[in-house]
């Protein structure tokens, strides 16, 4: 599909990743290379082919490549910085901020182009769905993300003041300082797969224990909660 767009509203694709090449990042490269123009991607270690996946998925696409010896998610602050000066190293216009498991609902594309094109908004927030399964997400106490908007897409400003939330995990995938950012809600939702598969969801219980098992920077109830053998779901509608 022809991705030209006016002056200024070129769409960078900014992610990380490790070891994703037999998880989502196929699926998730596969929806996104429809509407970017271009990726930075910032391979954190992996021992996989996971690097191949990103060459061959976004074959055609400018891509900057990024890859870490050794893993440094133990210090996400540290990883995000990385990610976010490698980004706008390349000079975006939009700056999406996506993981390797999350994609925008099918049918995104005029949207997100009519989007970019609008002046009034530099930051957009979305609402994202923890999938717990292919058709169902899970909505209870602990796991309500979809109900609030959060911050996926935003306009580079490059002569801003960008500061972080300077903690080693739950940093925010931005810096702190868009929270000052014109915004707007978007409509379009935003799918996370990361948590369909039992054997992810102990791996990411297992992670979050081992980096921060007294709960200094998450909430360890919901940390635990990750195991329910009997959470609620609520079947997910296209």
């Not at 021992?47 to 976004?58: G, K």
């Not at 935003?190 to 992810?200: A, F, N, R």
């Not at 219980?205 to 921060?212: A, G, Q």
Request: with cysteine; net charge negative.
């Amino acid at each position: 599909m022809d991705k030209l767009r006016s002056e200024g509203s070129k769409l960078t694709l900014s992610m990380i990743v490790r070891n994703e090449a037999d998880r989502y990042l196929r699926r998730a490269l596969e929806a996104h290379r429809d509407y970017i123009e271009e990726a930075v991607i910032i391979d954190d270690g992996s021992s996989d082919d996971t690097a191949d996946v990103c060459r061959d998925m976004l074959s055609g696409i400018p891509l900057h490549l990024v890859r870490n010896k050794q893993s440094t998610y133990h210090n996400e602050v540290e990883l995000r910085k990385q990610q976010w000066h490698e980004t706008v190293s390349r000079k975006p216009d939009w700056i999406l901020n996506m993981d390797a498991d999350e994609w925008f609902e099918p049918g995104c594309r005029p949207l997100l182009d009519e989007t970019l094109r609008q002046r009034q908004s530099d930051a957009i927030y979305f609402r994202l769905y923890d999938m717990w399964s292919e058709t169902h997400y899970r909505e209870d106490f602990y796991w309500r993300a979809h109900q609030t908007f959060r911050p996926f897409l935003i306009r580079y400003q490059a002569d801003a003041a960008y500061e972080w939330k300077e903690t080693p995990q739950h940093c925010g995938r931005f810096p702190q300082s868009i929270q000052y950012f014109s915004y707007n809600c978007h409509p379009l939702r935003v799918q996370h797969y990361g948590w369909v598969k039992p054997e992810d969801r102990r791996a990411k219980y297992d992670r979050y224990m081992r980096l921060d098992g007294e709960g200094r920077y998450g909430w360890i109830d919901q940390y635990t909660s990750i195991l329910d053998e009997k959470p609620n779901l609520i079947p997910w509608e296209g």
